[in-house]
């Protein structure tokens, strides 16, 4: 719009026009803000999923640990039952002295458990197994990380 000098102002547009172009403007702006909203969610639910499979893997890690740790403890417990049984029939000694082995070695255990469950875990596994995991879990921590606008980004290296 512009003014003259006698007072008149004239405008290139009509107001019908105005209005149509004000419209037009304001649509680009909510299918530009919808996009980006729906991208943020699927960012979201992409996260949460990797987070959810992150999870599931580790419980399975330690399953699996838990496993190889009962096996290693009955093979352990099958070797030294024929030695324990031949030193007590040598000795002549009751089966309450077994008992009283057999509850020494929960008191050890427990003793021994002192360790988080996360850390006891990682004694069993391999140091390679736990890189590979670490280097997989970074990768897609990159990867989200990679599909998040900036704004989440940083908020996300503050934490």
Not at 25 to 39: D, G, M, N, P
């Amino acid at each position: 719009m512009v003014d003259t000098h006698t007072g008149a102002s004239t405008s290139p547009y009509t107001a019908e026009q105005d209005a149509k172009a004000v419209a037009i403007l304001k649509e680009r702006r909510e299918k530009k803000e919808a996009k980006k909203k729906a991208l943020m969610e699927e960012q979201a639910t992409k996260l949460k999923k990797i987070e959810e499979e992150m999870a599931r893997e580790k419980e399975r890690l330690r399953k699996v640990e838990e496993e190889k740790l009962k096996v290693v403890e009955e093979e352990e417990e099958l070797q030294e039952q024929p030695l324990e049984s031949r030193r007590a029939g040598g000795r002549g000694e009751s089966s309450g002295t077994k008992e009283d082995q057999m509850e020494k070695k929960i008191t050890e255990w427990v003793a021994g458990s002192s360790l988080g469950e996360e850390e006891e875990a990682l004694m069993y596994v391999p140091r390679e197994e736990q890189e590979a995991t670490m280097r997989e879990w970074d990768a897609k921590e990159e990867e989200a990380l990679m599909y998040m606008p900036r704004e989440e980004q940083a908020a996300s290296y503050r934490r």
